[in-house]
């Protein structure tokens, strides 16, 4: 499939529809049915010890497959999360970027699946694993 | 089984574990393997047209299993999320409280279950459910 | 909202829709978006011990979110599981019936969510728990 | 790290272990960390129209998980699933077998995770997907 638009076109939508994010996230690079998203660490992600929180691991993962669904649906505004599976498996990085690679397992007229593996920037293990769905409402 | 913690206790050692949630969370019924906590939503909760976000939501989740599973094992700060499932199933009502009515329904040596449905505050009808597994350190 | 199929109709559609499965599951009580469903455990179910298999505890919890969609819905064959999550909490006794107690979440136009309770008949503590979302097929 | 044990010790201990999945699945390939198992699909895994059941996809997915962890830690029969997510994505080509590729992303000393795509055999585009959670009993 094409990809309908680029990690600029993306981060623009994004930094409109949801001002409340601006400067979290920044997109690495967008392909068909992929994406690589950073969560740019700060003070609010974090937790004792300098480890970042859960709620920011979900905020990334969920923002990935958004993105990804946009980049080959084109900017509509209004998809929704209706599911989500995650696994915490290693303790990240202390203030360290995560890291976000996304996959699209499914594009469908009405429900989206995608699968995300977050990293700490520069490890090889992942911290967490997560899949959501994302329903695509009607044009 | 008895409770080990009142929900003072539990918000005293909550503010003293994790100075970044000080004033989101607020306890407002502790028992046997069950509580109710309430997210305190304020401007950084929300989404465009006042609906709380996702991330929120599952902060809202995740601190209330975790809640419930040191108010029957006592004050210990190593219990870590190792899975989450959640369903989001309806819009929250903008500007509002969430409330996250939380059961365990397992508490083993080395893992417990808890459940949890969230409702805007007032509202029948949940706006999301969710199932946390967490990891109890051996001591 | 008014249930539209009782017991014996739920089970004569099962039947005729699913003939592969004549004979494993019982309806024992039909609500407003409730039900309570036996797996008639048979050799066929069993693990060495004379554990119920995981497999035949997920055709429960995903038989009791079907019937308990179409109870309220009436009689659509065509409805489909699209995601389920399962916690296996405790083991079963052994050569035992399981008891599904199921309640629906949410029934919209196009996804329903149920949750499931899973115990060996006559337990108080559950085996498993689990919740399932259905896609609905545009009449 | 180190296979311990080769897809016929695998299978020569699934069979001694669980007598009752005798000639259900087939171990295509064994790698660090990962496995490649087919569902060699029967009359009693189909659904009307031959399609497989969700059952039959549960449990390729859950003793996909099982094997690639007994691949690396050698033959304990004790492992059990504690968590399952599946997603369900594409309805299965009829009367075909599945194939689950498999990848284990964590092998902790009391939790596995591992995630498994399925396939019917000679499709592209993944029927389904799972995450599984493993607890592996003390020595």
Known sequence: ??????????????????PQVNGEFA??????????????????HLR??????????FALADVSVYLAVLA????????VTTSCSLDFM???AARTDLIAECRLLKL???LAVGEVLVFS???QAPVARASLTYSIPPK
């Open 1 to 18: 499939m094409t990809v309908k638009m680029t990690a600029e076109e993306l981060m623009e939508f994004l930094d409109g529809e949801f």
């Open 27 to 44: 997109i690495e690079e967008v392909g068909d049915s992929r994406i690589r998203v950073r969560l740019l660490v700060a003070e609010r």
């Open 90 to 92: 290693r303790k990240p």
């Open 121 to 123: 920037d520069g490890m």
């Open 108 to 110: 469908g007229r009405v």
């Open 72 to 79: 080959m649906i084109g900017p509509q505004g209004l998809a």
């Open 48 to 57: 004792p010890g300098g480890t970042v929180s859960g709620p920011s691991i």
